[in-house]
């Protein structure tokens, strides 16, 4: 029960696109808000993008704005973080977190009450 899992990771050349995935098993994804945070080697986890349980709003860190979009897919119980021109500062292990209710400051890893094992990104020549 309560299970998340991200997939779509991997190894992509500077400009590139990966799609990211978070399936949710053992609850319904529609009830929670989910985030997307990453964290490379000698840094700070830090939020990427946030998404209401409603899907109606959402939320992305300065240095993502433009380049990624986060979108749900309740009937295939699925969140999705698409990357689009990616940068080698973008390499970073990537995690999805939910929220039973909508975070009162999305980027905080506190508010969220699951996580998934993460999916790890590398964007490099």
């Known amino acids: 029960q309560l299970q998340l899992v991200e997939s779509g990771g991997g190894l992509v050349q500077p400009g590139g696109s990966l799609r990211l995935s978070c399936a949710a098993s053992?609850?319904?994804?529609?009830?929670?808000?989910i985030g997307w945070f990453r964290q490379a080697p000698g840094k700070e986890r830090e939020g990427v993008s946030c998404i209401s349980s409603s899907g109606g709003s959402t939320y992305y860190a300065d240095s993502v704005k433009g380049r990624f979009t986060i979108s749900r897919d309740n009937a295939k119980n699925t969140v999705y973080l698409q990357m689009n021109s990616l940068k080698p500062e973008d390499t970073a292990v990537y995690y999805c977190?939910?929220?039973?209710?909508?975070?009162?400051?999305?980027?905080?890893?506190?508010?969220?009450?699951?996580w998934g094992q993460g999916t790890q990104v590398t964007v490099s020549s």
């Open positions: 053992g609850f319904t994804l529609d009830d929670y808000a």
């Open positions: 977190a939910a929220n039973v209710a909508n975070p009162h400051i999305w980027y905080m890893t506190h508010e969220y009450d699951y």
